[in-house]
């Protein structure tokens, strides 16, 4: 595939300054008042296998970051690259090959599948859109790709509605994987599923990640979950990267106190056990059309100064592979 | 808790999540399992089934050529009013058979009720697919043409129409055609736009799937309970409204006959000789009570958050 040609050394994914502003629109002629800054200026890589948490809570601009490296979105900046390649300026016709190497599973497992059409012929259809198999060998394709997550071959000829929630999950999932993707961005796979399920789920993920290399980009407002599935943590708060680290330094050591925020949130199942840093999660989250001067996240903030009230932290390395944005730290 | 407890748990949950899953039953079972619970539904549908038998084989079922005139038979009172069984509805001003003439009817009826919903469906929910999928000002567009088209009353729009196109069959089927596509462009934009903007869109899109193929394979395909509800409906509006336009001359021409010229004609004959519009009104009253039933029974059952209480 001459249009995927890894460039050397370029990793899978990388995002570069990508930004989502949505204009707001009032009035009788429309006019622009000003603009929700759901993504402003998020950077970070991704490579080949590995899987990325992407946490932070619900309007933090988690899921438009999914919907921009799809290209379901137009970018209002920034670039992201796959394999070195820019995606976010391709036309139609340029961007099927990258379709083949990223796809995404989504939220919503009721919403996420077309009620009107049978589970077959559901996932079926990347491959004759993109004529990888012939007519024939689709059938056995599809069905190879039931075996592999779980799903019945009988149940092929099914429809949406009759299937269970995890059922549903593993059918979007198998559509997801016949483009036979290298990077599978999931948006809140689980949290639409009761937690027994939840576990079913992720269990499924990391085996096909085991088994056919896969990388992921995880997104979910659950840091327990992210924190169970991950590798490596990005945290988000209002359209940007707060902190990014490997797993287990961030869990074991937050820097930025949003994340100690967060990580504070988790129920701890020991009534008698008390929380080191109990700490009241102060207030709500400011609106993203008019985020706050200074360290967006001040207004929260247990320990903010004078200067994170004008001057905007950037996110940098403290610690190896550690980088975060806080002017304390 | 063992490693065996463990195993046994995650194959309950599993168990558990299947539990959940509904019995594959097809579609048609499904309709003939609805069907056979509404009385409502089941008589429109038996009756629909006649007309369209009586369609089919009139050339068979009309006991004379219902053109023929003969006229030793003027005025012929129908069986229940004192006549034969030779014309059982009774014969017109020309001595022509009322029966063969209702049956032959049926044929135009029929026709022009189901080419006007079919031109009005394709092009009404095309052109509300394109609005409600694309926006801005194709949208716009779009639906100020709709707006501009029902502001004119119906009657003088099919007016303007036979005066352009002069009355006939095809500028009635079009005239009808053009009164209600709005329903359809206007039914099919809005759920369009609640439709693109849910995830199973979003994934087509990832997947690489082009727009007109969305919109044909996954737009379309979810709105069409709602669409087959309003054609249903709509067919039997354009059969009574074909028969108004005829009855004003604006429609089907003499000698072709239809239902609404019969009741033209028998109008001026209605205290002398009542059976020359008695037979036609009773055909449009049968069908379009036919159809309502079992447009109404498909909403209730297809489509209930349209049903009007």
Known sequence: MTAARPAAGAPLLEVRDLAMHFPVRRGLLQRTVGHVRAVDGISFALAEGETLGLVGE?????????????RLLEPTAGSVLVRGRDIAHLGRGELKPFRREVQMVFQDPYASLDPRQSAGAMVAEPFAIHSLAARGEIRDQVARLFDRVGLRREHMQRYPHEFSGGQRQRLSIAR???????????????????????????????????????????????????????????????????????????????LHPYTEMLLNAVPIPNPRLKRK?????ASEVPSPLNPPTGCRFHTRCPLAEARCRSAEPVLREVRPRHHVACHLR | MSVADGTRAASFVAAADEVLVEEHVPAWRKFLDELRGSSKGLSGFVM???????????????????????????????????GTYEHFLGADNLGRDILSRVILGTQTSIAVGFLVVLIAVVVGSTLGAISGYFGGYVDTAIMRLADFQLSFPFILLAIIFMAIFGPGFWSL????????????????????????????VQAAHSIGVRDATIIVRHILPNVMPSMVVMATLDIAWVIIFEAALSFLGLGIQPPTPSWGVMIADGRNYLFESHWMTLGPGLAILITSVAINLFGDFLRDTYDPKQARL
């Open chain 1, 58 to 70: 619900s309007g933090c601009g988690k899921s438009t970051v999914g919907g921009l490296i799809l």
């Open chain 1, 176 to 254: 997801a994987l016949a483009l036979n993707p290298r990077l599978i961005v999931a948006d809140e796979p689980v949290s639409a599923l009761d937690v027994s399920i939840q576990a079913q789920v992720i269990n499924l993920m990391t085996t096909l990640q085991r088994e056919l290399g896969l990388a992921y980009l995880f997104i979910s407002h659950d840091i327990a979950v992210i924190g169970h599935i991950s590798q490596r943590i990005a945290v988000m708060y209002l359209g940007k990267l707060v902190e990014i680290a490997p797993r287990a330094t961030l869990l074991a050591g937050p």
């Open chain 1, 277 to 281: 840093h109990q700490r009241a999660v």
């Open chain 2, 48 to 82: 629909i089934v006649l007309v369209l038998l009586v369609t089919a084989f009139s050339p068979y079922l009309m006991p004379h050529d219902p053109t023929e005139q003969i006229i030793a038979h003027r005025f012929a009172p129908p069986v229940f009013d004192g």
């Open chain 2, 173 to 200: 089927v079009v005239a009808l055609a053009v009164a209600i596509w709005v329903n359809y462009a206007r039914l099919v934009r809005g759920e369009t736009l609640k439709l693109r903007e849910l995830e199973f």
